[in-house]
């Protein structure tokens, strides 16, 4: 026998302003199963919740229903005081008077009874409540970090700081990222190695990371805090264990043509090789695409060719017939750090909506580089000692001109957005510039200076004010070859001409877009992504480190363009939730799942073809012989989202969500019926 | 008279009607200026246009020629990073700069077209030589290249007379409606 | 192989050569041209600068015309026209409004805007395949006639045979319009050596070859200059308008920009024609202003 309490809450005048709050109450007292309805103030308050639990002690209720603002606001707050006061929390709900009533009404008569008729509904509902149990799941808790640049450094060194285990995986023999490549960071003009590689080694020596470079995420399983991850480790034809990484076998490779990626082209390296000095772990890796041995074999050589650097080594730690190899990793939450490319200045891109800039030559005209490019010209440790110089000819431009905004806000190339970064660096590029050539001329062709961070705005002043650099606002129609030098056909909107001049070279400042395979990535984690390719986070101000898949997060620029501090930020900002997830030994989760009834399911799994989260298993009845007596489905509670899309399709009526079942709905439905006394005079029974 | 008042022509709206395109997307990075071959002659170039267009200055724009130095040769549109189509809009512009006042074009620009026109109208086909001539009594040119006249007649590169179609009543046809303003509902 | 061909105003007059070398290297790749009967004048810059409407019915009329010939693709060799017919294919595809007008201004309900339009630059580039064979058969056949091989060309495109590329490259893509190179496959299948030159797309000055000469000049200038410091022996151009801007008042530019030129402008066709075998007096050449025996005789 039901035993229903109702509390009518004025929320202030926030309803009862528009709702006759009393009446409310003295009409549902009159309907069957309600032992007990008042009106009162503010519900919410600890006198309010009180009341209730005064109310459960002293009536026996069997049951609460709240009619006041939305549950999103307060339904954790009543079901606490309930449980308070010894009752189930799944037997207190609330009713929406507020937001769905009086806040949207002027009308006082019909407010107060819809107002009765929203409660009413609940009352009904609650009526026919089981008593739910949170589900507990077991977490593993460690965590895996995708992409090991300087987001997925700082989240991978948060955690383990943290006291939980961290694997990490980068996709290229060494961790760093793209900062790695920087000669020296806005607005401080740090030199970017001096600053990242004592946070690399921290990351390689640390007793909890467990490093795994030169890998790819292959596959994932399971859902958030058991996740099984299978990681392919690319062989680099090296035996990791017995390499000491002295170098030898890079001093007597005898190819020292192939272009190395890490200085973008612009300098050479040998077959076997270690992307860059500092890179950690120091061990080389062998490119089996130009390495002579390698390719002797697939040509089907008799005789192996070179082997110069086994027989180099001392250590024998060279390792030709090493294949690929693919581990297993289980954890429980996953961060995606993966960071980000720049748009091709060429004709070929990494995504077919984008287009290139013919205008400015698809890349051929020499001397016509990226910023990454210039970026390895500056740096000391690049292909040309730190010296800015052109890389047909080899000498010093005396005329640099930057085009800003190449790819970024430019949606007839198929990119809508401002890359946020590129004000700042080529600001940046010009101071550099001047202070190694003096006497050279930066010129910026510019639409906008974006300089919005903490000394952002002084930095990109200093470039203009002190260094010289002269800051044209227009954009440039095309760029041409001149002989030696480039032409470049650009506007002064300020002064209203054009501008023609020379370069003898220019730096385009192209976009921020996510790495190839991102979108692989994510479909093997199921998490969304935009017509970019940038991660989708759960909310885009108040969840920005969440993704819609529980369990994992996101960090840093595979996300949306940002720069080195906010990526920061955000990775620290994702560990933090990493370890507040690992804070207990199990997860907690709402029981609004849903539940398959094995007597009445046919198995013709509708239900797991539309699940959006993939939440539906199978399971086999047997009996104790175990023959397979069916198949039927089974929904997995710790995936389950309580969408009730299962529920809404399913043919045999075998599954439903706890606490919203068929029956309660339906008798919410049916309660449309009652309209209670003394009303408008348009009700009484139907 | 301030830059910023006057919506009373509401030209923005005009040619938002006439040809979908909104002068609001232009963010005046000046590239179409920067490739347009006429830019240095015009006093108005392209990206001055689209901003006197989007403020409705609409005197400012047919008080100028800069509209009919346009060669049309559609580099501004090609090359516009915010997908605008500044080609188009000056297309109109010139339209509506007639309808307002026939007469008003550059002398020799505006007798170019009248006379190629007026050939299209009487022949079908534009009948050069009556196309040259008709333009140099507009203008008043009569010795403008008048001693190549020989050489091109000797090359044969001139018809000494028209050839007509024999479609011409249709042509007059198309002519007359075309012509029509109210026709073509240009404010 | 047959083509619908729509030769426009120019290419009976001043563009002369152009038609008379398309007519002559047509049979020899094996194409013949079906000319629109009664076709009219596309209306070029003059209509589409003031009047839309008329712009589109113009070139629409001659689109009709070909449907009722039973014309399924038309070759507009002078990139005006071409840009106008396509201009009016991709006008009437796209805006239902003006499609029912401009149907209504012809009086031609049943027109359903179906054919194609080709420049000659297409065309002849999807046949370089056998004008090169052509070329290896006439060098081997005779070492004495006009000779193309390895003269240096520069490649004029000029601004309408790639702008604007939503309507020349719809609906298929058959070039780069920033970086096009198309004339340059059909001049290598000729033997000629393409050079690499800045002012390939640049507008020479179109429609204002009698109003604005000045504006021609300044334009013209730049583009043969380059021509030059790029190393070319001649120009080709597929537009008789820029031919007339090039080569008829190559004399003018000399004299109000400064500058001293001597470079030929050929059409496509006429060097196509030559490394067929056709001599200079059956492509028009004679016609030519700036004198094209030089350059033909000087490369090996």
């Known amino acids: 026998m039901s035993r229903i309490g109702v509390f009518v809450c004025?929320?202030?005048?926030?309803?009862a302003r528009t709702v006759d709050c009393a009446a409310v109450a003295k009409r549902l007292a009159e309907l069957p199963g309600v032992a007990h309805s008042v009106d009162y103030k503010y519900m919410c308050s600890d006198p309010g919740q009180a009341l209730i639990k005064q109310a459960i002690a002293e009536k026996?209720?069997?049951?609460?229903?709240v009619a006041a603002c939305s549950p999103h606001m307060h339904e954790k707050t009543f079901r606490r005081a309930v449980s308070g006061a010894g009752m189930n929390p799944h037997f207190c709900e609330m009713a929406n008077i507020r937001e769905h009533c009086s806040w949207i009404h002027e009308d006082r008569v019909k407010a107060t009874d819809k107002a009765t008729q929203l409660a009413s509904f609940i009352v009904e509902k609650v009526k026919r409540n089981r008593p739910l149990q949170p589900i507990h799941i077991p977490i593993e808790r460690r965590a895996l970090v995708?992409?090991?640049?300087?987001?997925?450094?700082?989240?991978?060194?948060?955690?383990?700081?943290?006291?939980?285990?961290?694997?990490?995986?980068?996709?290229?023999?060494s961790i760093g990222g793209h900062m790695s490549q920087l000669s020296e960071t806005f607005p401080t003009l740090d030199c970017s190695q001096c600053i990242l590689t004592p946070r690399m080694v921290e990351t390689y020596q640390h007793e909890r990371i467990r490093l795994h470079t030169y890998s790819e995420v292959e596959s994932v399983e399971g859902y958030i805090g058991n996740f099984t991850v299978r990681i392919r480790k690319k062989s680099r034809s090296i035996d990791e264990e017995k390499c000491n990484g002295c170098g030898a076998c890079i001093q007597a490779c005898p190819n020292r043509k192939s272009p190395n990626e890490f200085d973008t082209g612009l300098g050479k390296r040998t077959s076997v090789y270690v992307p860059f000095p500092q890179a950690v772990p120091n061990i080389p890796v062998i490119d089996r695409a130009s390495c002579l041995f390698f390719r002797g074999r697939a040509k089907g050589a008799k005789k192996d060719v070179c082997k110069k650097c086994e027989a180099a080594c001392g250590k024998g730690a060279i390792a030709f017939d090493r294949e690929d190899r693919i581990i297993e990793e289980k954890v429980g939450a996953i961060i995606i750090a993966t960071g980000y490319q720049l748009y091709s200045i060429g004709k070929e891109q990494a995504n077919s909506a984008f287009k290139g800039y013919g205008e400015y030559g698809y890349g051929t005209i020499p001397d016509v580089i990226d910023g990454l490019q210039f970026e390895r010209l500056a740096s000391a440790s690049g292909p040309t000692a730190g010296k800015i110089l052109r890389p047909s000819d080899g000498k010093e431009p005396k005329r640099i001109i930057f085009l800003q905004c190449i790819g970024s806000r430019d949606p007839a190339k198929g990119i809508q957005f401002c890359s946020k970064i590129c004000c700042m660096y080529v600001a940046k590029h010009t101071m550099l510039y001047k202070h190694k050539v003096h006497g050279g001329q930066a010129t910026v062709f510019f639409m906008d200076i974006r300089a919005a961070g903490k000394g952002y705005d002084e930095f990109s002043r200093r470039a203009i004010e002190e260094d010289g650099a002269r800051y044209i606002r227009g954009r440039v129609s095309k760029l041409e070859r001149d002989g030696e030098a480039i032409k470049v056909y650009g506007y002064d909107t300020l002064n209203g001409a054009p501008v023609v001049m020379d370069a003898d070279m220019v730096v385009l400042a192209?976009?921020?877009?996510?790495?190839?395979?991102?979108?692989?990535?994510?479909?093997?984690?199921?998490?969304?992504?935009?017509?970019?390719?940038?991660?989708?986070?759960?909310?885009?101000?108040?969840?920005?480190?969440?993704?819609?898949?529980?369990?994992?997060?996101?960090?840093?620029?595979?996300?949306?363009?940002?720069?080195?501090?906010?990526?920061?930020?955000?990775?620290?900002?994702?560990?933090?939730?990493?370890?507040?997830?690992?804070?207990?030994?199990?997860?907690?989760?709402?029981?609004?799942?849903?539940?398959?009834?094995?007597?009445?399911?046919?198995?013709?799994?509708?239900?797991?073809?539309?699940?959006?989260?993939?939440?539906?298993?199978r399971f086999e009845v047997k009996d104790r012989k175990d023959t397979l007596l069916k198949t039927v489905a089974e929904v997995n509670k710790g995936i389950c989202q309580g969408c009730g899309t299962c529920q809404a399709t399913c043919p045999s009526k075998s599954v439903e969500l706890e606490g919203f079942t068929d029956e309660q709905v339906f008798a919410e439905i049916n309660a449309l019926e009652w309209t209670g006394q003394g009303n408008s005079g348009e009700g009484g029974r139907r | 008279m301030t830059h910023t008042e006057s919506k009373k022509d509401n030209l923005s709206a005009a040619i938002r009607g006439l040809t979908g395109e909104n002068v609001a997307r232009c963010y005046q990075c000046g590239k179409c200026s920067a490739g347009c071959p006429m830019s240095q002659e015009m006093k108005l170039k392209p990206h001055d246009l689209m901003r006197l267009a989007s403020f409705d200055q609409a005197d400012r724009i047919f008080g100028d020629e800069s509209i009919w130095l346009c060669l049309t040769c559609e580099t501004c549109s090609a090359r516009c990073p915010n997908g605008c189509d500044p080609a188009r809009v000056i297309d109109t512009l010139r339209e509506m700069a007639l309808a307002r006042d026939p007469s008003r074009w550059p002398r020799a620009i505006g007798a170019f077209h009248a006379e190629f026109l007026k050939q299209v109208k009487n022949h079908g086909r534009v009948f050069e030589l009556g196309l040259i001539l008709g333009f140099k009594l507009r203008t008043g040119r009569l010795f403008d290249d008048a001693l190549s006249g020989p050489g091109v007649f000797a090359r044969g590169k001139l018809?000494?007379?028209?050839?007509?179609?024999?479609?011409?009543d249709e042509m007059r046809k198309i002519f007359e409606k075309c012509e029509n303003v109210e026709n073509r509902d240009l404010s | 192989m047959k083509i619908g061909y729509y030769p426009g105003c120019s290419l009976s007059s001043t563009g002369r050569e152009y038609n008379e070398s398309l007519q002559v290297i047509a049979p020899l790749l094996g194409v013949t041209l079906q000319e629109i009967e009664d076709w009219n004048c596309c209306g070029a810059s003059s209509a589409h600068a003031t009047n839309r409407q008329l712009s589109l019915a113009?070139?629409?009329?001659?689109?009709?015309?070909?449907?009722?010939?039973?014309?399924?693709?038309?070759?507009?060799?002078?990139?005006?026209?071409?840009?106008?017919?396509?201009?009016?294919?991709?006008?009437?595809?796209?805006?239902?409004?003006?499609?029912?007008?401009?149907?209504?201004?012809?009086?031609?309900?049943?027109?359903?805007?179906?054919?194609?339009?080709?420049?000659?630059?297409?065309?002849?580039?999807?046949?370089?395949?056998?004008?090169?064979?052509?070329?290896?058969?006439?060098?081997?056949?005779?070492?004495?006639?006009?000779?193309?091989?390895?003269?240096?060309?520069?490649?004029?495109?000029?601004?309408?045979?790639?702008?604007?590329?939503?309507?020349?490259?719809?609906?298929?893509?058959?070039?780069?319009?920033?970086?096009?190179?198309?004339?340059?496959?059909?001049?290598?299948?000729?033997?000629?050596?393409?050079?690499?030159?800045?002012?390939?797309?640049?507008?020479?000055?179109?429609?204002?070859?009698?109003?604005?000469?000045?504006?021609?000049?300044?334009?013209?200038?730049?583009?043969?200059?380059?021509?030059?410091?790029?190393?070319a022996q001649a120009l080709v151009v597929a537009c008789p308008l820029c031919h007339v801007n090039l080569d008829f008042r190559q004399q003018a530019i000399?004299?109000?920009?400064?500058?001293?030129?001597?470079?030929?402008?050929?059409?496509?066709?006429?060097?196509?024609?030559?490394?067929?075998?056709?001599?200079?007096?059956?492509?028009?050449?004679?016609?030519?202003?700036?004198?094209?025996?030089?350059?033909?005789?000087?490369?090996?």
């Not at chain 3, 025996?293 to 090996?300: A, G, I, K, T």
Request: charged share 25%; aromatic share 6%; with cysteine.
């Open chain 1, 10 to 15: 004025h929320c202030g005048e926030n309803i």
């Open chain 2, 159 to 168: 018809a000494l007379q028209p050839h007509r179609i024999s479609g011409i």
């Open chain 1, 146 to 173: 995708i992409g090991g640049g300087i987001a997925g450094i700082q989240a991978s060194l948060d955690i383990a700081d943290g006291n939980r285990e961290v694997v990490l995986v980068e996709k290229e023999p």
């Open chain 1, 510 to 617: 192209t976009a921020m877009v996510p790495q190839t395979g991102i979108s692989t990535l994510a479909q093997k984690l199921s998490v969304s992504y935009d017509r970019y390719g940038f991660i989708n986070e759960a909310h885009p101000k108040l969840r920005p480190v969440e993704t819609n898949t529980a369990g994992i997060f996101v960090a840093g620029a595979c996300q949306a363009p940002r720069d080195i501090p906010d990526s920061v930020s955000m990775a620290s900002a994702a560990a933090a939730k990493v370890l507040g997830l690992f804070s207990n030994e199990k997860l907690e989760r709402e029981p609004s799942v849903a539940v398959v009834n094995r007597e009445l399911c046919t198995g013709c799994f509708h239900c797991q073809r539309v699940c959006p989260y993939g939440a539906i298993d």
């Open chain 3, 58 to 231: 113009l070139a629409a009329r001659n689109l009709a015309l070909a449907e009722t010939q039973a014309i399924p693709e038309v070759l507009a060799p002078c990139a005006a026209c071409y840009n106008r017919l396509a201009s009016a294919r991709h006008a009437l595809a796209k805006d239902t409004r003006a499609f029912e007008k401009t149907r209504e201004v012809l009086e031609r309900p049943e027109f359903s805007n179906s054919v194609r339009v080709k420049t000659s630059v297409e065309w002849l580039r999807d046949l370089a395949p056998v004008i090169q064979k052509k070329a290896e058969e006439t060098a081997s056949r005779s070492a004495t006639s006009p000779s193309v091989k390895g003269l240096k060309v520069a490649c004029y495109y000029g601004c309408l045979l790639v702008r604007p590329p939503e309507v020349t490259q719809w609906p298929t893509q058959w070039d780069d319009p920033e970086d096009p190179s198309s004339m340059e496959t059909v001049v290598r299948a000729t033997g000629a050596e393409p050079v690499r030159w800045n002012r390939r797309l640049d507008c020479c000055g179109a429609g204002f070859s009698l109003s604005r000469l000045d504006s021609v000049a300044r334009l013209g200038r730049e583009i043969l200059q380059e021509a030059k410091k790029a190393g």
């Open chain 3, 254 to 300: 000399a004299r109000k920009a400064g500058g001293e030129f001597d470079l030929p402008v050929f059409y496509i066709t006429e060097l196509v024609g030559l490394a067929l075998g056709a001599s200079q007096a059956q492509l028009g050449l004679n016609r030519h202003y700036v004198r094209t025996d030089s350059v033909l005789e000087r490369s090996p």
């Open chain 1, 60 to 65: 026996g209720l069997t049951g609460v229903v």
